[in-house]
Protein backbone atom coordinates (compact mmCIF):
# COMPACT_ATOMS: atom_id res chain seq x y z
CA UNK A 1 0.00 0.00 0.00
CA UNK A 2 2.83 2.29 0.51
CA UNK A 3 4.19 1.82 -2.69
CA UNK A 4 1.12 2.46 -4.21
CA UNK A 5 1.31 5.50 -2.71
CA UNK A 6 4.26 7.01 -3.31
CA UNK A 7 3.14 6.60 -7.11
CA UNK A 8 0.33 8.00 -6.99
CA UNK A 9 2.15 10.94 -5.17
CA UNK A 10 5.07 10.71 -7.64
CA UNK A 11 2.66 10.65 -10.63
CA UNK A 12 0.30 13.54 -9.75
CA UNK A 13 3.74 15.90 -9.10
CA UNK A 14 5.08 14.90 -12.01
CA UNK A 15 2.13 15.18 -14.33
CA UNK A 16 1.75 11.78 -14.71
CA UNK A 17 5.38 11.20 -15.08
CA UNK A 18 6.02 13.64 -18.08
CA UNK A 19 8.61 15.69 -16.33
CA UNK A 20 11.84 14.94 -14.21
CA UNK A 21 10.83 17.44 -11.61
CA UNK A 22 7.89 18.16 -9.87
CA UNK A 23 5.54 20.75 -12.05
CA UNK A 24 4.08 22.91 -9.18
CA UNK A 25 7.66 23.47 -6.66
CA UNK A 26 6.41 26.79 -5.63
CA UNK A 27 3.44 25.43 -3.66
CA UNK A 28 5.92 24.24 -0.99
CA UNK A 29 7.28 27.43 -0.54
CA UNK A 30 3.58 29.35 -0.63
CA UNK A 31 3.18 27.29 2.32
CA UNK A 32 5.82 28.20 4.32
CA UNK A 33 4.38 32.01 4.19
CA UNK A 34 2.47 33.86 7.01
CA UNK A 35 -0.10 33.44 8.00
CA UNK A 36 -0.51 29.94 7.30
CA UNK A 37 2.53 29.18 9.71
CA UNK A 38 1.21 26.98 11.78
CA UNK A 39 1.28 24.22 8.85
CA UNK A 40 4.19 21.66 9.32
CA UNK A 41 6.71 24.01 7.00
CA UNK A 42 10.46 22.82 7.19
CA UNK A 43 13.36 24.33 5.71
CA UNK A 44 14.39 23.90 2.26
CA UNK A 45 16.32 20.31 1.86
CA UNK A 46 16.15 19.05 5.24
CA UNK A 47 14.23 16.14 3.55
CA UNK A 48 17.26 15.16 1.55
CA UNK A 49 19.50 15.72 4.97
CA UNK A 50 17.71 12.64 6.10
CA UNK A 51 17.73 10.22 3.37
CA UNK A 52 21.34 11.52 2.41
CA UNK A 53 22.45 10.74 5.77
CA UNK A 54 21.49 7.53 5.75
CA UNK A 55 23.22 6.61 1.90
CA UNK A 56 26.43 8.45 3.03
CA UNK A 57 25.72 11.05 0.07
CA UNK A 58 25.30 15.02 1.23
CA UNK A 59 21.89 16.07 -0.49
CA UNK A 60 21.41 18.51 1.45
CA UNK A 61 24.06 20.18 -0.77
CA UNK A 62 23.49 18.00 -4.08
CA UNK A 63 19.37 17.96 -4.33
CA UNK A 64 20.46 17.79 -8.10
CA UNK A 65 21.64 13.75 -7.32
CA UNK A 66 18.33 12.28 -6.84
CA UNK A 67 17.13 13.90 -10.44
CA UNK A 68 20.29 12.67 -12.16
CA UNK A 69 20.09 9.39 -10.78
CA UNK A 70 17.57 6.90 -11.11
CA UNK A 71 18.83 4.02 -8.60
CA UNK A 72 19.37 6.85 -5.70
CA UNK A 73 16.17 8.44 -7.04
CA UNK A 74 14.43 4.87 -6.13
CA UNK A 75 16.45 4.93 -2.89
CA UNK A 76 15.43 7.73 -1.28
CA UNK A 77 11.70 7.62 -2.62
CA UNK A 78 11.68 4.73 0.15
Not at 9 to 16: D, L, R, V
Not at 30 to 37: A, F, H
Not at 67 to 75: D, E, I, M, V, W
Request: positive net charge; glycine residues 8%.
Amino acid sequence: REIATMFAHYSQGTGHFCYIQAINGTLRRDRCQEPQRQISCHPPGIGYFVRGERLNIDLLRQPELVRSNPTLGFKTSL
